[in-house]
């Protein structure tokens, strides 16, 4: 099995979403755009990207909404040294059609008091219906490492919660360590780095905003 010695992770850059939660009324979720900042932030990662790469090959999966496929192109990669496929299952997470802002914060406060992993939003998904789906692409990338010619390097151009699900599966994290972390911030990356003892470990954590808590501690 021909593993990669690196798995890339990278949240989209700022997009009009992040800036105006009123955009979501007029255009649907998978539509936003990345802004100037956005763009910014996106080419200012894809420099560290080319470094880290350099001239290596890299398999990339992007996320199919408008906002991660700018970010990809702002990277400025190689088009000869990478391999891209648009990835479904590494989509943001439904929160259902055309959003109401004031409902969208109300559900909010809502999922807030429940839980951010089992809240599920009217007419959307839970953060428990995107690990399942998430799960399903780690097994699917795990099948691509069988290719003896496999590159070196995974890139995984998505959103902010489908990353922390990612490791959380991948490292088999608790719901309550899930629920203790935040999400990166616009272009973050973080990165699984194969170590010499056959595990892969994370470059750095994800910033931890209170300490886990399970469920079923009261107080």
Known sequence: MA?????????????????????????????LALTERGWRQAEETGKQLR??????????????????????RAFHLDPDLIRVRE???LREQDWGNWQDRDDVRLQKAYRDAYGHFFFRFPQGESGADV?????????????????????????????????????????????????????????????LVLGDDGKYTLDRPFERWRKPVPYWVNG
């Open 3 to 31: 593993r990669p010695r690196r798995i890339v992770l990278v949240r989209h850059g700022e997009s009009t979403g992040n800036v105006d939660d009123s955009v979501y009324e007029r255009e649907p979720d998978h539509a």
């Open 51 to 72: 470094e880290l790469f350099g001239r290596e090959r890299v398999s990339v999966y992007v996320s199919p909404y408008r906002r991660t496929h700018e970010t990809l």
């Open 87 to 89: 990835e479904p299952r």
């Open 131 to 191: 690990y399942d789906r998430v799960g399903g692409f780690l097994e699917s990338l795990f099948r691509s490492f069988e290719a003896p010619d496999h590159p070196p390097n995974v890139l995984l151009v998505t959103h902010g919660l489908a990353m922390r699900l990612f490791c959380m599966r991948w490292f088999h994290w608790t719901v309550a360590d899930f629920e203790s972390l935040a999400n990166p911030g616009n272009a973050e990356m973080r990165m």
